[in-house]
């Protein structure tokens, strides 16, 4: 009996244990994600109003963000942020950093804004679990960092129609998740990667110095060019070599070939004594 009561003591703190640890963790979650979103507001300016008239956070009810403007929550009255979608709303300002605090994010739909500068070179560490990525219509310059290529969730990627610059890294042909993929409309040069799933041209158009399928082949680089320069140089330079080898060892063998001669014959009265033996024989 008292061997029964123990074992159902301990399994009752056991459960008030699990059911602590699960709310502690909850709230801290609930914070973050609170967090998360006021940095977001505040990193962006809002000409058009859209977060300032609709983010509130003056409110402690259980799952009022999900109610915010481009918000997306795990569940309705569960302050967890699934996905942040806040495009074409005027918004200015860079990438915002601290979007990672909403840890259980999966998607981030910036596109069609003022947005500028570069995208973050250590976005994965950012947006580790997003299956959806939209930063398309804006102003964002510099290189597509190749750490894109750890968010191993992603299954769209959309970063056309920027300022973007720089080779598409080859890293990202190891998301094989992924299915959508454009950055049609930047600046960007070199080669084209080559994908585990085919894009149509329309993902890459309109980057004059991109090459390569489903584009237009890439031309021989300048880098080939002058190696072929020099290659063909060298091989000018060898054969002239040889021919002017070849002149002087004829005059030099010629010039031997002379001075044997003189030798023989030091007083050139060869052909003399031959005349004077022509002349010792008597017709018969």
Known sequence: MIMVLHS????LLVSVMVLLLLGCTLSSATKEDIDCLKSIKASFEDPLGYLNSSWNFNNDTEGFICRFTGIDCWHPDENRVLNIRLSDMGLKGVFPRDVKKCKSMTGLDLSSNKLYGKIPSDIA???PYVTSLDLSSNNFSGEIPKNLA?????????????KLTGPIPPELTLLNRMK????????????IPVFRTTYSVDSFTS?????GKPLDPCRETTKGTKTGVIAGAAVGGVTFAAIGTAIVLFFYYRKVSVMRKKDDDPDGNKWTKSLK????IKAS
């Open 125 to 127: 560490t950012l947006i």
């Open 207 to 211: 980057n004059p110095a991109l090459c």
């Open 180 to 191: 959508t993929f454009t950055v049609a409309y930047n600046l960007l040069t070199g080669p």
């Open 8 to 11: 159902r003591v301990f399994v």
């Open 277 to 280: 033996g022509a002349k010792g």
């Open 150 to 162: 750890n968010c191993s969730f992603l299954n769209i990627l959309n970063l056309d129609h920027n």
